[in-house]
């Protein structure tokens, strides 16, 4: 059986954690990932009905 994950629970201490806000302004979340060097390979792509919404989205410029 696999082990169950928590999302709202500290991976270290296990301690109960809470949203103090979002980002939602595109822009900031651009700048953000830049910072962090962060990148979005895929280990494999996902599955066929999200490919849709994906390329829907690339589209449009909009993040969903």
């Known amino acids: 059986m696999g082990k169950d ?3 709202m629970r500290g991976p270290t201490c296990g ?3 809470s949203i103090i ?5 595109p822009k900031t979340i651009d700048r953000i990932i830049r ?3 962060l990148t979005f390979e895929a ?10 919404l994906l390329m829907a989205a ?3 410029g909009k993040y969903f």
Do not use: D, V, Y
């Open 43 to 52: 280990e494999r792509p996902p599955p066929p009905h999200q490919q849709e």
């Open 35 to 37: 910072h962090l060097e």
């Open 15 to 17: 301690g109960q954690m």
């Open 21 to 25: 806000s979002f980002i939602e302004e």
């Open 58 to 60: 690339e589209e449009k």
């Open 5 to 7: 994950i928590f999302p």
